[in-house]
C-alpha cells in the first residue's frame, strides 16, 4: 500500500480499539500516560518532558486530553473537542492525580505511575490497574501501521548498502569508524529526508546508527570511535530507521579483506540462527519459544558462550517495544506483529558479530522488509582493501 502520515480515521480506530480492550477487562477506561500511546490514540507525538501529558479513553463517552497549558496549540490540532489543561509542572496538586480529578471514574488502568503517588492514586479510585493496555493493543499492527516500518526498512537498509560500497575507500584513506558511519549516515538520511520530509513533517523521522570494529566489535552496544578498521577484523553495523513515528532496523557483520573460515563458520551460524527465528514466529510458537529456537542454533554450534543477549524485540512507535523475543515473555506470536531479528555473537578480546533483520508476521509465514542481507550472500560481506 501506499505511503502516507497516519491520519484521523486511524487515532479514531484506535481509540476503539482501546476501547474495547478497557471494556474487556471490566474497566472505565484507560488513562494514558506514556507517549508512545498517547501517540497511538491521538497522533500527538511530542517531546517528553517532566511534564505529565495524558489522554483518557473511556469506554463510554468522549475522550479527554490532558495537557500542560503550554500545549494548547498542539492540544487544538488534534481534533479531539475535550481539552484540558494544568497550568505548570510539579504543581501544588501532582498532574496525573489532577488527571484523576477530572476523569471522575473508579474503575481505572494507567500505564505508567510514579511509586510516589500509588496511594494517593488508589484513593481517588476503587480499581486501580497498572497494566499497559494500550501495549497490548499496540502490538497488532494495522496494514497503515505496517507500511511505515517497510519503509523505514529501505532507509536502513540504504545506509548498509553505502557502506559496503564505500567502505574499502574510506578506510584505506585511514577512515575511522567515525568517518564510515558519517558518510553513509549522510547518504540515507539525506534520502529520507528528500523523499519523506514534507510528507511527514511534525512526525519523527530519522535514521541512528553503529559501527564498531575488531575487538570492540565484541560489545554489543559499542561506541563509535575514531578508530581504523584493520585487516582480517569484523566490522558490526547496526542501524534504526524511523518514517512517521514507526521502527525498523537492519544490520550486518562485514570483514574487512578476506573472510577466514572461523569467521565464514560463525556467520553461517548466525544465518542459522536468523533462519530459526523466522521458523518459529512463522510457525506462532510463544516469544519465549523463538528466542529458545534461535540461539539454540548457536549453540548446537559451540557458539553458546558468546550468546549475550536475546534473538529480538517488538518494534512500533517505539523502537523496541512488547512482545520480546526472550525469556520469560509467554506472548504467542500472531499475524501482524513486528519483530527484529538479532543473531550477535561477541568474543570479548577478539571480535564480534551481529546481523539485524525487521521481520512482520503474515497470516501465511513472515515478510522481512530488511533485504540488505538477502541481496549481500554471506562471502560479499567484504570490505576489500
Known amino acids: 500500500m501506499s505511503v502516507a502520515p497516519l491520519d484521523a480515521s486511524f487515532f479514531a480506530r484506535a481509540r476503539d480499539r482501546l476501547r474495547t480492550r478497557a471494556q474487556s477487562a471490566g474497566l472505565d477506561g484507560l488513562l494514558l500516560l506514556r507517549g508512545p500511546n498517547l501517540a497511538y490514540a491521538t497522533g500527538l507525538f511530542l517531546s517528553a518532558n517532566e511534564r ?5 479513553i473511556p469506554v463510554e463517552n468522549e475522550p479527554i486530553l490532558m495537557l500542560p497549558g503550554l500545549e494548547r496549540e498542539n492540544a487544538e490540532g488534534t481534533g479531539l473537542n475535550d481539552l484540558r489543561f494544568y497550568e505548570e509542572f510539579p504543581g501544588d496538586v501532582p498532574a496525573v492525580l489532577w488527571m484523576l480529578d477530572q476523569i471522575g471514574s473508579k474503575r481505572v488502568a494507567i500505564d505508567a505511575l510514579d511509586a510516589a503517588l500509588l496511594d494517593a492514586a488508589r484513593d481517588k479510585v476503587s480499581l486501580l490497574d497498572l497494566t499497559d493496555h494500550a501495549m497490548a493493543v499496540r502490538t497488532i499492527k494495522e496494514p497503515e501501521e ?17 557502506l559496503h560500497a564505500t567502505a574499502a575507500d574510506i578506510i584505506s584513506a585511514n577512515g575511522t569508524e567515525a568517518d564510515l558511519m558519517a558518510d553513509a549516515m549522510v547518504h540515507a538520511r539525506g534520502a529520507l529526508f528528500a523523499q519523506h520530509k514534507q510528507a511527514f513533517a511534525g512526525t519523527p523521522m530519522g535514521i ?43 544490520g550486518v557483520t562485514l570483514i574487512v579483506g578476506e573472510i577466514s573460515g572461523e569467521q565464514r563458520r560463525i556467520m553461517q551460524a548466525m544465518e542459522a540462527c536468523n533462519d530459526a ?21 548457536l549453540r548446537d554450534a559451540d557458539l553458546g558462550d558468546a550468546v549475550r543477549h536475546r ?75
Do not use: K
Open 52 to 56: 505529565p501529558m495524558g489522554v483518557w
Open 277 to 297: 527465528a523466522i521458523n518459529a514466529c512463522a510457525e506462532r510458537r510463544t516469544c519465549t519459544q523463538a528466542n529458545e529456537a534461535a540461539l539454540g542454533t
Open 208 to 250: 541512528t546508527a553503529s559501527v564498531h570494529s575488531g575487538p570492540r566489535a565484541a560489545l554489543p552496544h559499542g561506541a563509535v570511535l575514531e578508530r581504523v578498521p584493520q585487516h582480517g577484523e569484523t566490522l558490526i553495523a547496526g542501524i534504526g530507521a524511523s518514517l512517521g513515528g514507526y521502527h525498523a532496523e537492519s
Open 146 to 162: 505496517i507500511a511505515l516500518t517497510e519503509e523505514a526498512a529501505r532507509f536502513a537498509d540504504l545506509f548498509l548498502t553505502r
Open 311 to 385: 534473538i529480538g524485540h517488538g518494534m512500533g512507535l517505539a523502537g523496541h517495544e512488547a512482545p520480546w523475543l526472550a525469556p520469560g515473555d509467554s506472548t504467542v506470536i500472531q499475524a501482524n506483529m513486528i519483530f527484529s531479528n538479532e543473531p550477535g555473537v561477541y568474543r570479548p578480546g577478539l571480535d564480534g558479530y551481529r546481523t539485524i533483520n525487521t521481520m512482520v508476521v503474515t497470516e501465511n509465514g513472515v515478510d522481512i522488509p530488511s533485504r540488505f542481507q538477502a541481496n549481500t550472500p554471506i562471502d560479499e560481506r567484504v570490505i576489500a582493501i
